[in-house]
C-alpha cells in the first residue's frame, strides 16, 4: 500500500514537473518569437517632485502583448528571460524603445521628460555595454543627460568591481544613475558612498507599512538622511495613500511615485507639458 502510494505519488509528481517544464519551455519559445515580432511594449509612471507636485520624469516599465495570453506584467516572464539569456535582446529592445518614444514626445513639441529604464544585471555586465549603449542613444539622436539606469543591489554584490567600473563609466558618459528597490538588498554602506548614484528608490515594501509600522518609518527616514549627507536624491516607490504623501512631504523626500499618483499607462495616454 505504501508501495503503490508512493508509486502514484511518484506519477503525479513528474507529470507536475513535466507540465511546469512545458509550460516555460513554450514561454520562453513565445518570448523569442515576441522579442522577432516586437510584441513588447512599454508603460511609463510619472515620477513628482514633492515641493512642487511638477512632473520631473517617467519610469518606462515593460509590458508583453502576448497574443494568446495578453498584456503579461515583467512578473511573468523577466526571471525566465534573465534565466535564458533572452534579457539580454529583451534589454536592448526596451531601450530602443525608449529612445524612439523620447524622439516622438520631442517631435510633437514636448520636452521629453528623464526617462527611467530598468537594466538586469546580466546587461549592465556586459563587457561591451556602455559602448553600446552611447552608440544606440547617440544613433537615435536623444540626449544621454536625460536616460536614468536603474540598477540594483543585487547587481553590485555580483560582481563588484565590475559593476563599480561600469557604473563609472555611464555616469562619466553622462547618464543618471538610480539605485531601485533600496533598503531591500545587502549591499553594505562602505560601498554605497564610492557608488556614483544620483538617486536612491526607497522600494515600496517600507512605503506600504508608513503609519502602520513605525520600523519602517525608520527606516525611511535613515533613508531620507544617508541620501541627504550623501547628496543623492531620494524618490519613494509605491506610495498609494495621502496619508503616505504626507509623510514622505513632511520629511523632505525628494520626489515621489506610486498609484496614487499615477499607474503605469501607455505612453499616449500620459499628459506631459499639455
Ligand atoms: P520596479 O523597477 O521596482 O518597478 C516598480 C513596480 O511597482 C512596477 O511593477 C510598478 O508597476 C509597481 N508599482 C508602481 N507604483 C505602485 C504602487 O503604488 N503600488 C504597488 N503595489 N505597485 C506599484 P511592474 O511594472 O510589474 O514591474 C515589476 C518589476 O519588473 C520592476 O520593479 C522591475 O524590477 C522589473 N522590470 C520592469 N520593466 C523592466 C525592464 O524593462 N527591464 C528589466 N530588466 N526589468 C524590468
Ligand atoms: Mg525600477
Ligand atoms: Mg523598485
Ligand atoms: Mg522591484
Known amino acids: 500500500r505504501a508501495k503503490a502510494q508512493g508509486k502514484n505519488r511518484y506519477v503525479v509528481y513528474s507529470e507536475e514537473f513535466s507540465d511546469q517544464a ?22 511609463y509612471q510619472p515620477q513628482f517632485d514633492l515641493e512642487t507636485m511638477s512632473l520631473v520624469g517617467t519610469e518606462a516599465l515593460v509590458r508583453w502583448n ?3 495570453r495578453g498584456l503579461l506584467a515583467p512578473g511573468h516572464f523577466i526571471e525566465m528571460a534573465e534565466e535564458t539569456q533572452l534579457i539580454i535582446p529583451l534589454g536592448w529592445q526596451v531601450i530602443e524603445l525608449v529612445c524612439d518614444q523620447m524622439k516622438l514626445w520631442e517631435q510633437r513639441g514636448i520636452t521629453p521628460p528623464q526617462v527611467a529604464i530598468n537594466i538586469s544585471p546580466q546587461q549592465l555586465l556586459q563587457i561591451d555595454f556602455v559602448e553600446k549603449l552611447n552608440k544606440l542613444v547617440d544613433g537615435r539622436g536623444v540626449a544621454r543627460t536625460s536616460i536614468e539606469l536603474e540598477i540594483t543591489e543585487l547587481m553590485i554584490m555580483q560582481d563588484p568591481d565590475l559593476a563599480m567600473m561600469q557604473l563609472h563609466r555611464l555616469r562619466e558618459s553622462g547618464y543618471r544613475i538610480a539605485l531601485d528597490d533600496f533598503g531591500t538588498g545587502y549591499s553594505s554602506l562602505d560601498r554605497l558612498k564610492y557608488l556614483p548614484l544620483d538617486r536612491l528608490k526607497i522600494d515600496q515594501a517600507f512605503t506600504r507599512d508608513i503609519g502602520k509600522n513605525p520600523k519602517d518609518e525608520a527606516v525611511i ?3 531620507i538622511a544617508l541620501g541627504r549627507s550623501l547628496g543623492i536624491e531620494v524618490l519613494a516607490e509605491g506610495v498609494e495613500t495621502e496619508s ?3 509623510f514622505l512631504s513632511d520629511h523632505a523626500c525628494n520626489s515621489v511615485q506610486g498609484y496614487l499618483l499615477g499607474r503605469p499607462i501607455p505612453a499616449e495616454e500620459l499628459c506631459i507639458g499639455v
Open 22 to 43: 512545458f509550460h516555460s519551455f513554450s514561454l520562453e519559445q513565445d518570448l523569442r518569437v515576441a522579442l522577432d515580432e516586437r510584441q513588447l511594449v512599454l508603460h
Open 66 to 68: 502576448h497574443p494568446t
Open 221 to 223: 527616514l535613515t533613508i
Open 244 to 246: 503616505q504623501l504626507r
